[in-house]
C-alpha cells in the first residue's frame, strides 16, 4: 500500500447507467477492508466544484447493489470544463484529506479526469459505466447488459402486439455514436433489420429488405434503429418514407427512450461492478493513476485513461454477418 494515500474520493459522472451503486458500494468497502478513509461526492463534477462532498463507510452502502441509478447523483458541468472551475475542485479535494479520485461513467468523464490529472498531478482512476459499451480496452461496460436485457423485453413485448397485428414497428433505442445496443438487441430479439451509427446503407437497403421479407411470407416485423443512425432521417421520418414507398405495411413507431437507463441491475452488471470497484481501490493502493481498471477474458486489466478514450472502434462486424444471416 502506497503510505501517502489515506483517503479516497468516488463520484459518478455523465449518464447514469445500471451497476453504478455496486461500483460505488464495491470502492467504499474495499477502503473499508484497506483502513483507508472513502468519501462520496454528489453530483459528479458539480458537486466537487460546490464542495458536496461526506464520507462514506462500509454500512453508507448498504442495501444499494440492487437500486439502478446512482445514489451518489450524476450532473452534465460546464464549470469542470474551465481551468477555474478544475482548480476550485482541486482545492476542494485537498480541503477534504482525498489523495485520490475515483471517477464511474464514460468518455466525457474520463475526458475530464485526463485533463484534471495533467494540470494538478492528482490520481485519477476510471471505472467504465455507460450502457452503450463504447469505451475502448474493457470487453463490457457497468449497465451495458441490464440495459440490453431492458431492450429484449421491451422489444418482445412490442412483436406480440406487431404478429397480432400483422404490423410493423420500428423501434428506436439509445446509441448516438455507436450501435452495440441496437445490434445486440436486434439479434436477441430476432429483429428482420437493424440500423446502427456506425453504417451509412441509406433507406433504401432497408425498403428492399422490407420488399424480401413480405416476399419471403413474413407478416409483420421489427426494425431495431440506433438513435444515431446515420440514414438522415429521424425514425418518425423514416416511418412516413416506408409508408409511400411500401403502402400495404400497418406501421407504428416506439422510441423507448430512458427506460433503457433505469431497473435493477442484472447479476452481470453486479459483478462486473464489484470486481471493477476492488479493482479501482487496488490500482490506487498500488501506485497507479491516470488509468481506466475494465475487464478482459474475465479478469480486471488496466489501461490509460487516454487509450480508453480514444481506442480503437468496437464495432463488431462479424456480428453484423450474424445479423444479415439470421434475419432471411
Do not use: W
Request: proline share 2%; glycine share 10%; aromatic share 6%.
Amino acid at each position: 500500500m502506497q503510505a501517502q494515500i489515506k483517503k479516497i474520493g468516488v463520484l459518478t459522472s455523465g449518464g447514469d447507467a445500471p451497476g453504478m451503486n455496486a461500483a460505488i458500494r464495491a470502492v467504499v468497502r474495499s477502503c473499508a477492508y484497506h483502513q483507508v478513509a472513502c468519501a462520496g461526492i454528489f453530483r459528479g463534477y458539480q458537486g466537487l466544484i460546490e464542495n458536496d462532498i461526506e464520507d462514506l463507510d462500509a454500512r453508507s452502502v448498504r442495501n444499494i447493489i440492487s437500486r439502478g441509478g446512482t445514489f451518489l447523483k450524476s450532473a452534465r458541468c460546464s464549470e469542470f470544463m474551465t481551468k477555474e472551475g478544475r482548480k476550485i475542485a482541486f482545492d476542494n479535494l485537498k480541503n477534504a484529506g482525498i489523495d485520490a479520485l475515483i471517477i464511474i461513467g464514460g468518455d466525457g468523464t474520463f475526458t475530464g479526469g485526463l485533463v484534471f490529472e495533467s494540470e494538478f498531478n492528482f490520481p485519477v482512476i476510471g471505472i467504465p459505466a455507460t450502457i452503450d459499451n463504447d469505451i475502448s480496452g474493457t470487453d463490457f461496460t457497468i449497465g451495458y447488459d441490464t440495459a440490453l436485457n431492458t431492450v429484449v423485453e421491451a422489444i418482445d413485448k412490442i412483436r406480440d402486439t406487431a404478429s397480432s397485428h400483422n404490423r410493423l414497428f420500428l423501434v428506436e433505442v439509445m446509441g448516438r455514436d455507436a450501435g452495440a445496443i441496437a445490434l445486440n438487441s436486434g439479434i436477441g430479439a430476432g429483429a428482420e433489420e437493424i440500423l446502427i451509427p456506425e453504417e451509412s446503407d441509406g433507406i433504401e437497403r432497408l425498403l428492399e429488405s422490407l420488399r424480401k421479407s413480405r416476399k419471403s411470407g413474413k407478416t409483420s416485423s421489427i426494425i431495431v434503429i440506433a438513435e444515431g443512425d446515420k440514414s438522415g432521417k429521424n425514425i418518425f421520418e423514416m416511418a412516413e418514407i416506408i409508408q409511400e414507398n411500401l403502402s400495404n405495411y400497418d406501421i407504428r413507431v416506439s422510441v423507448l427512450g430512458h427506460i433503457q437507463r433505469g431497473g435493477s441491475p442484472s447479476c452481470f452488471d453486479r459483478v462486473l461492478a464489484s470486481k471493477l470497484g476492488v479493482g479501482a481501490v487496488d490500482a490506487v493502493l498500488d501506485g497507479k493513476h491516470n488509468i481506466m481498471v475494465g475487464i478482459h477474458h474475465q479478469k480486471v486489466v488496466s489501461v490509460a485513461l487516454e487509450l480508453a478514450i480514444k481506442g480503437e472502434d468496437k464495432f463488431d462486424r462479424d456480428l453484423r454477418r450474424v445479423a444479415d444471416i439470421t434475419s432471411v
